[in-house]
């Protein structure tokens, strides 16, 4: 389960990530994050279970979970709702990818339209999906014989 956390208290966390992340890939990481909060506006950042920053919209299934970042050791890996990577496989052909992680070389330029794009469809994939209950209702006993 996600850590639910301040919009205010999230963002920190994400700063410390991006700090601790060597300096030259800094600016790619920021520029990720620019990415994601213009194409998502309004969502909450948070550092999810993955341990890398996370974007969720609360209310809907998986927490309202819908895109993450973070440095891996010869990439970085921006993490979305399965199918948005197999829908945009044209768009995606040259970099490596997995059902839901698409691996941004390091010393590359940050593709931030493709960024953006990817960041959208995966927040509508979320929205497509009923929303999640609040608390589901309980269950009623069924009355027991008695003897």
């Known amino acids: 389960m996600v850590k639910r956390i301040s919009q205010e208290s999230g963002s920190k966390d994400i700063d410390a990530y991006i700090a601790g ?18 194409a ?22 998986y927490n ?18 399965p199918p948005v990577v197999q829908d ?9 990818t997995t059902k839901a992680a698409i691996h941004l070389p390091l010393y590359e330029r940050i593709p931030v ?3 953006k794009n990817l960041v959208k469809a995966s927040v509508n994939v979320m929205k497509e999906k009923p929303r999640a209950l609040a608390s589901p209702k309980p269950r009623a006993r069924r009355p027991t014989k008695s003897a």
């Open 21 to 38: 992340c060597p300096k030259d890939i800094q600016a790619k990481l920021n520029e990720i994050r620019a990415a994601i909060r213009e």
């Open 40 to 61: 998502a506006p309004g969502a909450t950042e948070t550092m999810s279970y993955f341990h890398m920053p996370g974007y969720f919209y609360p209310g809907y299934d």
């Open 64 to 81: 309202g979970m819908f895109a993450w970042f973070g440095l891996q050791k010869s990439y970085i890996a921006l993490l979305l709702r």
């Open 88 to 96: 945009h496989q044209d768009e995606l052909s040259g970099y490596h």
């Open 113 to 115: 339209p493709l960024v």
